[in-house]
Every structure is written in C-alpha cells, then in structure tokens.
C-alpha cells in the first residue's frame, strides 16, 4: 500500500484555504454586489488576478509579502517568531489566493442575482440590514455560494505552483498530492502516481458533477 | 387618513437626468397616484416606503413624519409601519407561504414562529381563503393567489397605510375585476387607507377618491371625487384619464360610487 500521507495534507489544506477564502470571498462579493464605490472595478481586477496569473508568480509575491524578510511576514516574525514559509500553514495560505477568485466571482454572480425587490420587501417587512443579509441575500444566493466554495475546493487541492513557492516540497510536511505525484514520477514510481492520479481525479470529477447538478437546480428550481 | 408628500429627487443615469418635484396631500382613504411609465409615480411611493431618500422635503402619514429634511428626519423603512404590494409581489421564493406571510412576525433569529404568531398567520390565511397553500412556494401559486398571500404579508402587521404599485397589471382582466372588488374589502376590513399606483383608468374609477396625476416628475392635477361629480359636462376627470373609456363610464361609475359610499 502506497504512503497516502500526502493526500491527508491535500485535504486539509484546501479544507482551511477553502474555509478562508469563503469568508473573504463572500465579503468583497457582497461588497461589490451591493455597492458602487470608486475603484470597485480595480478592486474586481485585483480580486481576481490569481486566476490569470501563472501560479509560480503568485507564490513569489506571497513570499514577497509573507516571507521572514517580507511586509507582513517581518511583522509576524518579529512579534510573535511565527514564518508560514515551509509550513502546511503556508500551503493554506497558497491553496486560499489561488482558489480565492473562483468563490470571489461565484459568489458575486450570486448575490447580484438576487433581485434587489427582495431585499427591499424584508425591510419593509421589519428586518434590519443584517437580518435582510442573513434571511433573505444568503438563502436566495446559498446555490452559487456552495458551487463556486466546491470549485474553490478543488482548485485549492490541485495547487502546484504557488504551494512549491511558499511551502516547498517536504516530505511528510509540506508534500501535498499534487507535488507527491511530480515526485512519484520523477522517482519512476508509478504503482503511487497511479493510486495518487486516480484519486484525485475521482475527487475532482465528484466535485464538478455536484457543481453542475446544483447550478442547473438553480436554474430551473424556485 | 392624512398623506401629505413634498419631496425633491434627482436621478442620474449615464448621461440621463430625472428630476421629481412632487408635492400633494390627499384626505381619503382611497388615493391613486396615476401616470405614464416613467411619471415619477414609482419613485414617490417608493420614498413614502423608505425605499429611497429624497433631497430634499417632507413626508408625513396620519400626522407622523416619515421624512424631514429639515428635521433630520428619516425613519428607516423598517420602522415606518407602511404596507407595500410590489408590482410582481417579492414573495420569497424560497419560503411557503406560511413562512411568507409569519416573516414580519419573526424578526428575532429564532427559527419557528411562537404560538400565538402562528395562530394569527393561519387566522389571516383563512380570512384571505388561502389556507391550503399554507406549504406550497411562491413558485406554486397563480397570479391571483400571489397577490392574495403578498396582501396577507403586507397586512399582518396592520399598517398605517397600504401603497399599491401597479398592483393588476400582472393579472388578466376578468381576474382584475375581481381582485379590485377585494382589494375594497380588504381596506373595508383592515381600515386601511390605499395609495394606488396605475396607469389603467378602470383603477382610477375604483380607488380614486383622490387622484393624483403625475407627468413628467410633476403632479400635474389633484382632484377629489366630490368635484368630478358631474362626468358628463366633459371637464371632469374622466376626460382627461380616459378619453376613449367614455362607453363604460356608466356602469364603472356606478360601482365607484357604491363603493365610496360605503364608508
């Protein structure tokens, strides 16, 4: 039996980096749903530049900023004598800015989807902005919200690139799937890239399946 | 009931402008504020509501100011105690119609209605004939049942005053009639006075106690039934809401007046 160590870690690091970006995900989506401010359509284009981005350069960038010499990783490093890089941590952090935009524009697609009558009839019925958002945005948006969380779930377990660059390829560490197979390969040992290689794709099929059939139910449901 | 609106808006979109100066007051129970598209109509009843902030002005209902400028007055929508049908009725899709119409009894984060709020949805549903579709959704329903549950909604609460935008044209005509024939009764037995929003003469001949006619962001005529009492000398209302709907006048006025004559 093939050590299956490296997909334990792959789950989870995409379930935080997931848990992550959906919190901050839906918050920006909310915001630049709801609002029209200055620089909102910068703040769009900057939300999603790690989906067109190659991987290799958002990982230089979160070193950049999170590495012990970097803006906020000094700042980590000095205080508390924390550093993410060469952590799963720091995979957490990787797998979040990579699978971000997905959720971040599922999300947005969502909630301005929700017709603003809506909303507008809850206030006038008696709710308040937060009960508007938690009775009647979050239900009527749920669909979009779990299909772009289940991309955004995939993504972050397929991560290559940015993984390597903030949390390099540890065995037993930091080696998630994705790196266990390039290494598996590399060694000629195909008995653990097969097994790898099937699971994943198994996962990833299941989860865009799912992704499909709740998009459809939304189209055609109530 | 007394309605009293003076407010000032100025919409922009792109290189378009759209100005509302509108200002007028109405006595009766029953108001209609009637309109081309684009009258400015929608956005007035929308500032009674609280759906929009006017510039400038003031807005009071039954004496209470919802809005004043000059006071700082402006009381969020959830606080104004105003009913409102919206056009294609906003019922939630994804709640029943029991859920629909117990929303505004449950504003707490509690998931069940209590007791005795149930007790009063059921007792609404049944005095709008609509208690078997307690479970079904929005979705479920024909066009007259939705309005039946979205007036239940609206009135639970027993509101100050109930604003109606365009609250027929969703139906067919045969349903219309019907639904103008309980709309009266509803206001009947809720005492609730009505703020309609139309561009169909037979609603101003129905609800129109006091017209208001909106053109352009304006008000550009207000009269009360008591002075189109004479249709026929061809100055009245009538001839200027609808020229071509002379034929019917009679047996529509006869029904209009019956029913203003019933409070």
């Known amino acids: 039996?093939?050590?299956?160590?490296?997909?334990?870690?792959?789950?989870?690091?995409?379930?935080?980096?997931?848990?992550?970006?959906?919190?901050?995900?839906?918050?920006?989506?909310?915001?630049?749903?709801?609002?029209?401010?200055w620089g909102r359509d910068f703040l769009d284009a900057f939300l999603t530049l790690p989906l067109v981005m190659p991987p290799t350069v958002l990982g230089y960038y979160l070193i950049v900023v999170w590495g012990r010499n970097g803006w906020l990783g000094s700042w980590l490093y000095a205080h508390f004598g924390l550093s993410l890089m060469f952590t799963w941590q720091g995979a957490v952090l990787a797998a979040t800015v990579v699978s971000f935009p997905l959720l971040?524009?599922?999300?947005?697609?969502?909630?301005?989807?929700?017709?603003?009558?809506?909303?507008?009839?809850?206030?006038?019925?008696?709710?308040?902005?937060?009960?508007?958002?938690?009775?009647?945005?979050?239900?009527l948006a749920a669909r979009g919200l779990l299909a772009g969380t289940m991309l955004a779930f995939a993504r972050a377990m397929g991560d290559f690139g940015a993984t390597l660059m903030v949390a390099g390829n540890i065995e037993g560490k930091t080696q998630t799937a994705a790196m266990a197979v390039f290494d598996a390969v590399q060694a000629g040992d195909y008995t653990l890239a097969n097994t790898l290689v099937a699971i994943m794709s198994v996962v990833c099929i299941t989860i865009l399946v799912m992704t499909n059939k709740l998009a459809n139910k939304g189209r055609g449901g109530r | 009931m007394r309605l009293e609106v003076d407010i000032k808006k100025t919409l922009h979109s792109g290189e378009r402008r759209f100005e509302l100066a509108a200002a007028f007051s109405s006595r009766d129970d029953l108001t209609v504020i009637f309109g081309a598209s684009g009258s400015g109509k929608s956005l007035t009843i929308q500032a009674i509501a609280g759906l929009v902030t006017p510039e400038q002005g003031r807005i009071t209902v039954g004496g209470e100011a919802l809005f004043d400028e000059q006071h700082g007055i402006?009381?969020?929508?959830?606080?104004?105690?105003?009913?409102?049908?919206?056009q294609d009725y906003a019922l939630f899709p994804h709640l029943t119609v029991r859920e629909n119409i117990g929303y505004p009894l449950k504003n707490g984060w509690h998931f069940s209605l209590f007791p005795e709020d149930r007790a009063?949805?059921?007792?609404?549903?049944?005095?709008?004939?609509?208690?078997?579709?307690?479970?079904?959704?929005?979705?479920?329903?024909?066009?007259?049942?939705?309005?039946?549950?979205?007036?239940?909604?609206?009135?639970?609460?027993?509101?100050?005053?109930?604003?109606?935008?365009?609250?027929?044209?969703?139906?067919?005509?045969?349903?219309?009639?019907?639904?103008?024939?309980?709309?009266?009764?509803?206001?009947?037995?809720?005492?609730?006075?009505?703020?309609?929003?139309?561009?169909?003469?037979?609603?101003?001949?129905?609800?129109?106690?006091?017209?208001?006619?909106?053109?352009?962001?304006?008000?550009?005529?207000?009269?009360?039934?008591?002075?189109?009492?004479?249709?026929e000398d061809g100055s009245g209302w009538r001839t200027k809401v609808c020229p071509r709907a002379q034929w019917k006048k009679g047996s529509l006025a006869a029904h209009g007046f019956a029913m203003a004559s019933v409070d």
């Open chain 2, 74 to 86: 402006n009381l969020p929508a959830r606080k104004r105690g105003v009913g409102y049908l919206f």
């Open chain 2, 120 to 231: 009063e949805v059921a007792e609404i549903m049944a005095s709008f004939e609509i208690s078997h579709l307690a479970a079904s959704y929005p979705a479920e329903l024909s066009g007259g049942q939705k309005q039946r549950v979205a007036l239940a909604r609206a009135m639970i609460k027993k509101p100050a005053i109930l604003l109606l935008d365009e609250p027929f044209s969703a139906l067919d005509s045969m349903l219309r009639h019907r639904m103008r024939m309980e709309l009266l009764e509803i206001r009947q037995r809720f005492g609730v006075p009505l703020v309609v929003i139309t561009h169909d003469p037979a609603d101003v001949e129905v609800f129109g106690d006091t017209l208001v006619v909106f053109a352009n962001g304006k008000v550009e005529e207000i009269s009360s039934r008591k002075e189109f009492a004479a249709p």
């Open chain 1, 104 to 139: 971040f524009k599922s999300a947005r697609a969502a909630f301005e989807g929700v017709a603003a009558e809506y909303e507008q009839a809850a206030r006038i019925l008696g709710d308040n902005e937060l009960q508007v958002f938690f009775r009647i945005t979050l239900p």
């Open chain 1, 1 to 37: 039996m093939p050590d299956l160590t490296p997909l334990w870690l792959t789950l989870r690091v995409a379930f935080f980096a997931t848990l992550l970006a959906f919190v901050f995900g839906v918050a920006f989506a909310w915001l630049t749903a709801r609002f029209t401010f």
